[in-house]
């Protein structure tokens, strides 16, 4: 077992806390069904090699066990204390914890934040306490730790009361909810799916579930990360430990819920969590190789997947099937999952005609029941299309085929022969039959799901593990930071857009052409420079949507422009009269290009993030955008762009021109500088439309603005 000592804010690592060498159980109960007896009883039932202390005033002894009346009584300083008594009484027996040098405490009490009111109070004075300490504290309300290594089981949950506690796996639980770890585990352990650790976290006044991430990620034990979160209050921290997770290798599969709005009041009553925005978790996951299920079978599918430890680099799958009809479904799923059901080669689907003639060789191979007859086809085909076709990814339908008792021996064989000559490549079997012939493949080290689309399923999840591993960059270009003393100084206080355009300006974000008039005389002579029809809009930080008060004209021509002036700021003075506009901006009118839309924010919980989107009805009804944390590098701004429908748009979709989509990415990549830059003093950034024009004439936002920190827009 490899413990982590890692601090964090200078604090002790949560080593002792998960993996302790000596208990104490304040609260303990004689009782072993309730929650102070149940711990006791999975400790000693379930061969924990520590030394345990029953602390209860009221009993010499605890289910057989000598009992203490106060923690200072015990004969040593304890690495972790459980505590199970009241929540008014919760902060006093961590003060007495913090008195006998106990390490860390994990509090089962409920009736704090979750409850709101003097809960609150109470969940901010534990959390003081340990901050002030140096104590690691988990929960409060929380249900505990399973550690099936070391067998140490503080929780009171009843998973064990059945069949108790089985011998170690290789996947981490961590998870907010006591409720749904436990139940995690349950079902994974009904899938034959072995566990490490439940770590359930609850109202998090210390420990939180990315620090537990981070610590699974370093452990030698643990292969695969399950995480559930119902909110992220240290966003910094979930990255640092998702980059060290992906470092060592280790997927981390998470449910993040709170999607919607009822989801996140959901969330905020029941752990008192910040859910956040949505858009930024995805753009978090998908930026740090994280697999984000909304399923219990999703997560396990996936987790169970990466058991295997082949992460294969290629979306190339090969298929195989002894259904030509199940092969075309198939086909479809794995289109749908982001997979490449490219054909195989001409010259291997010669080998394989001259195999079975009457058989489809293209992708998917169809064996059709042939292979009863000759055991050797399916060695064969899978040679075939894992040498000659390239696949990363084979999955094999085989039905209820496989499971006859005149085929499992055969087949298994074979199956053999083929992972021997290609170990890197993964395989996966969905079959059908009873419980003890699909555990002869599972034992034998193949991967088994009933459903065809399910494999698929998880394979992609596996392939997109294997490209971030691969890719180890998160895409994030901190490099290219400004130093502090580059950092513009943004004032405190609403913004007009010429202001905005300034700042955008000096970031190097590109704009349309323009000049701010200050008279009509000024507006008649910039109109007249551009030679061409101009759009003029007023420029007032009292005024952040123009349009609305007809604060903006467009095609206007020279001659109009000094009238155009005037009426504008006679609209801007009628409709808002404590505006104090800078003047009109005037700019030539631009034709032609894709509309888009740029943006950032400052997330609460992960900070600034840069958007993108198709402009007009994309952006506001379909939400057609890409988030990403910023700063981003211009790889990272390409694969932004790429992952919305209307990419194709600008790749000359219906006859259009190719769009200069290397400026767009440049731009994406100057703005997400700018919000990274001036995170602390920013709220919110649009450029709202943001021309792409024809490849090589390059791109302008045609209106901009910024939102400085605490200033309503």
């Known amino acids: 077992m ?190 034959g799916l072995g566990v490490s650790h439940v770590i359930t976290t609850g109202n998090e006044c210390d420990v939180d579930v990315a620090e537990c991430i981070g610590w699974a990620a370093a452990c030698e034990d643990v292969k695969v990360i399950a995480a559930y979160a ?48 949505d858009e930024i ?19 396990l599918d996936a987790v169970y997947a990466c058991t295997a430890g082949i992460f294969p680099q290629s979306r190339r799958i090969g298929l195989v099937t002894i259904s030509g009809g199940v092969g075309v479904q198939m086909a479809d799923h794995a289109k749908k999952a982001g997979l490449d059901v490219a054909p195989m080669p001409a010259a291997a689907q010669k080998k394989l005609k001259a195999k079975l003639p009457f058989a ?29 076709g390239g696949y990363g990814t084979a999955v094999a339908f085989l039905t209820m085929a496989a499971a006859s008792r005149f085929v499992i021996e055969p087949l298994l064989a074979e199956l053999r022969l083929i992972r021997e000559q290609f170990p890197d490549r993964l395989l996966i079997l969905s079959l059908l039959g009873p419980p003890e012939v699909v555990a002869r493949y599972r034992d034998a080290g193949y991967l088994t799901f009933e459903d065809p689309c399910r494999a698929i399923d998880a394979a992609a999840a596996v392939v997109r593990f294997g490209e971030s591993f691969a890719r180890v960059s998160s895409g994030r270009d901190d490099g290219a930071l400004l130093d502090s003393t580059s950092v513009p100084r943004i004032p405190a206080r609403s913004l007009s857009e010429w202001e905005s355009r300034e700042l955008l300006a000096g970031a190097g974000v590109p704009l349309v052409q323009a000049v701010l008039a200050r008279s009509p005389e000024e507006a008649a002579k910039a109109a007249a420079a551009f030679g061409a029809p101009v759009a003029m809009k007023i420029s007032a930080g009292e005024i952040a949507h123009k349009t609305e008060i007809g604060g903006v004209a467009l095609n206007v021509s020279a001659a109009d422009a000094g009238q155009t002036y005037d009426t504008l700021m006679g609209r801007a003075a009628k409709s808002v009269p404590s505006a104090k506009p800078d003047g009109v901006i005037v700019a030539p009118m631009v034709t032609g290009g894709v509309e888009t839309i740029l943006g950032a924010q400052v997330d609460p919980v992960f900070g600034p993030a840069v958007m993108f989107g198709m402009g007009g009805v994309f952006a ?31 790749a000359g979709a219906r006859g259009r021109p190719v769009a200069d989509v290397d400026a767009l990415a440049g731009a994406i990549v100057a703005l997400s500088r700018l919000a990274a830059c001036c995170g602390d003093q920013l709220s919110s950034i649009d450029l709202n439309p943001f021309v792409v024009l024809p490849e090589g004439k390059g791109a302008v936002a045609l209106d901009c603005l910024a939102v400085p920190k605490d200033v309503e827009s």
């Open 2 to 191: 490899q413990l982590v000592s890692e601090s964090r804010d200078g604090r002790a690592g949560i080593g002792r806390l998960l993996e302790p060498a000596s208990v104490a159980i304040i609260g303990a109960s004689d009782d072993p069904g309730r929650i102070g007896g149940r711990p006791l009883r999975y400790l000693l039932q379930e061969g924990f090699r520590g030394a345990v202390y029953p602390v209860n005033p009221n009993r010499q002894t605890v289910q057989g066990q000598k009992a203490y009346a106060r923690v200072s009584d015990l004969p040593q300083a304890v690495d972790c204390a459980l505590i199970a008594v009241p929540a008014k009484l919760v902060a006093g027996a961590l003060e007495d914890c913090v008195a006998a040098g106990v390490k860390s405490a994990i509090v089962f009490s409920s009736g704090f934040a979750e409850v709101a009111g003097e809960g609150t109070a109470l969940q901010a004075e534990i959390a003081s306490i340990a901050r002030r300490s140096g104590m690691r504290v988990l929960g409060p309300n929380c249900l505990g730790v399973l550690s099936f290594s070391s067998r140490f089981f503080a929780t009171f949950s009843s998973s064990g009361d059945q069949q108790g506690y089985p011998q170690a796996g290789p996947v981490a639980i961590i998870s907010q909810s006591g409720a749904y770890g436990t139940h995690l585990y349950m079902v994974a352990r009904n899938w």
């Open 230 to 277: 119902e909110g992220i209050k240290d966003g910094p921290a979930l990255i640092r430990s998702l980059e060290k997770a992906r470092a060592n290798r280790k997927p981390v599969v998470f449910m993040k819920v709170g999607r919607s709005a009822e989801g996140a009041a959901a969330a905020a009553s029941h752990t008192a969590s910040l859910a956040g925005s």
């Open 281 to 299: 978790y995805d753009a978090v996951f998908r930026q740090y190789g994280v697999h984000r299920a909304d399923t219990t079978e999703q997560m």
């Open 360 to 388: 489809s060789a293209l992708n998917p191979v169809d064996t059709t029941a042939q292979f009863l007859n000759d055991m050797s086809l399916v060695r064969e085909n899978f040679t075939i299309m894992l040498k000659d």
């Open 620 to 650: 506001e009804v379909f939400r057609d955008v890409a988030f990403r944390l910023a700063p981003v590098s211009k790889e990272e701004a390409l694969a932004m762009i790429a992952e919305t429908r209307g990419a194709a748009l600008l």
